[in-house]
């Protein structure tokens, strides 16, 4: 493995704007039913109500949605499989080891893929973003309630379990996915121009 095509690196801390452009690359549309709201759908299709309104400028008011009407909705089925795969291998680690599941929070994987979209983006490897800053401030901004926080990042492995294997063969990394620490988990992915991967993983203690 390359060291200069594939490289990983790891945050930890205890603890305590959003830029939706290059993200979605497919869309499916909508048809709104009684009783719907943007942040129903948004659930529903786990993305952000902002990645929402952006693929849909015909709303006014966002507050303000009808029956029947066609809401086009962001699409990344394919990415979010790759993510959720990552997932399931840290806890098969997890478990091969004792330790409790990490809960799946997709709004914390919303997080980490816009982290891993600005590295593809601007061509930077680090845990401090020159858009969102420090990965503790950047979930806070994007609303996500800790009370202790990790970032695993990586970029050059092709696969879930490429990335995996290298972060389980550091010991800092491989301490943040088997800290007893966090309870929930998200995991992002983002391709560059030259097809080059990034991922990220951030774990949080939910305050929730």
Request: aromatic share 10%.
């Amino acid at each position: 493995m390359k060291f200069s095509l594939k490289k990983i690196c790891i945050s930890t801390a205890l603890a305590i704007m959003l830029f939706t452009s290059g993200v979605f690359a497919q869309s499916t549309v909508y048809t709104v039913k009684p009783g719907d709201s943007l942040w129903k759908i948004a659930v529903k299709y786990e993305i952000g109500i902002s990645e929402l309104i952006a693929a849909n400028p015909q709303i006014k008011n966002p507050s303000l949605i009808y029956p029947g009407q066609k809401i086009t909705v962001p699409q990344i089925d394919d990415i979010k499989a790759l993510e959720k795969e990552v997932i399931r291998l840290v806890n098969v680690e997890r478990a091969n080891r004792g330790l409790q599941a990490l809960k799946a929070n997709w709004e914390l994987s919303r997080v980490a893929r816009y982290k891993s979209q600005d590295m593809a983006n601007k061509g930077y490897f680090s845990h401090t973003s020159p858009t969102y800053g420090s990965p503790f401030r950047m979930m806070e901004d994007f609303g996500i309630k800790f009370s202790a926080a990790g970032e695993n990042i990586a970029y050059g492995q092709k696969t879930p379990q490429e990335v995996m294997n290298g972060w389980m063969n550091s010991p800092g990394h491989r301490a943040n996915i088997l800290s007893a620490a966090y309870n929930e988990i998200g995991v992002g992915l983002a391709t560059d121009k030259n097809g080059r991967k990034y991922w990220t993983q951030m774990f949080i203690k939910s305050l929730k």
